[in-house]
């Protein structure tokens, strides 16, 4: 079963500030991979796709890179609204989630 | 609109089992690969088991393998999992999800399963 590690827990950055999410998967992955924002009391809400591929509706600011096994998720000027969880998946060989990266305010 | 509707949670003793089933709307249901995910109170989400389009794949979580069946009603457009010799760890929000080439591109609002003597 291949795992995913997200990095850092606990993301703290002011409103305006850019954040850094990273996911690494114990094997390669090619761009398998999706991420997922979550907010509580919601389901997760599908951001990023094959690695770098912003879903229908979700905004510029969000850009994701990476192949293999090295994976990053950027936001480059928080919003109120993006204070979530967000969640690192593969697909490449069923599912698998990483345990997620909590951004919250600084 | 894509429309996911889970049902068939509740309170369960350990060891007795239980049926989910997922009612699927608003795109064509047959085309699809569908799965289950758990998130359990205050935890991450984890994969539990997915179904390819025909039924001839399956795939299940090493943490369930063995305890539960996946399977799907293409004619009914429901999903269904059923869950055997349920355990405490088992308690969590369970949601389905549509598949598009593997990303979770649309989900439902849960059931919630609790295991509890």
């Known amino acids: 079963e291949i795992v995913m590690t997200q990095s850092p827990a606990t993301l703290s950055v002011s409103p305006g500030e850019r954040a850094t999410l990273s996911c690494r998967a114990s094997?390669?992955?090619?761009?398998?991979l999706a991420w997922y924002q979550q907010k509580p009391g919601q389901a997760p809400r599908l951001f990023i796709y094959?690695?770098?591929t912003r879903a229908t509706g979700i905004p510029a600011r969000f850009s994701g890179s990476g192949s293999g096994t090295e994976f990053t998720l950027t936001i480059s000027s928080l919003q109120s609204e993006d204070f979530a969880v967000y969640y690192c998946?593969?697909?490449?060989?069923?599912?698998?989630f990483g345990q997620g990266t909590k951004v919250e305010v600084k | 609109e894509v429309q996911l509707v889970e049902s068939g949670g509740g309170l369960v003793q350990p060891g007795r089992s239980l049926r989910l089933s997922c009612a699927a709307a608003?795109?064509?249901?047959?085309?699809?690969?569908m799965y289950w995910v758990r998130q359990a109170p205050g935890k991450g989400l984890e994969w539990v088991s997915g179904?390819?389009?025909?039924?001839?794949?399956?795939g299940y979580s090493e943490s369930v393998r063995g305890r539960v069946t996946i399977s799907r009603d293409n004619a009914e457009n429901r999903l269904y999992l059923e869950m055997n010799s349920l355990r405490v760890e088992d308690t969590a929000l369970y949601y389905c999800?549509?598949?598009?080439?593997?990303?979770?591109?649309?989900w439902g609002q849960g059931t919630l399963v609790t295991v509890s003597s």
């Open positions: 999800a549509k598949a598009g080439a593997g990303f979770l591109d649309s």
């Open positions: 608003g795109f064509t249901f047959s085309d699809y690969t």
């Open positions: 179904i390819t389009w025909n039924s001839a794949d399956k």
């Open positions: 094997q390669s992955i090619r761009s398998n």
């Open positions: 094959e690695a770098s």
């Open positions: 998946q593969q697909y490449n060989n069923w599912q698998t």
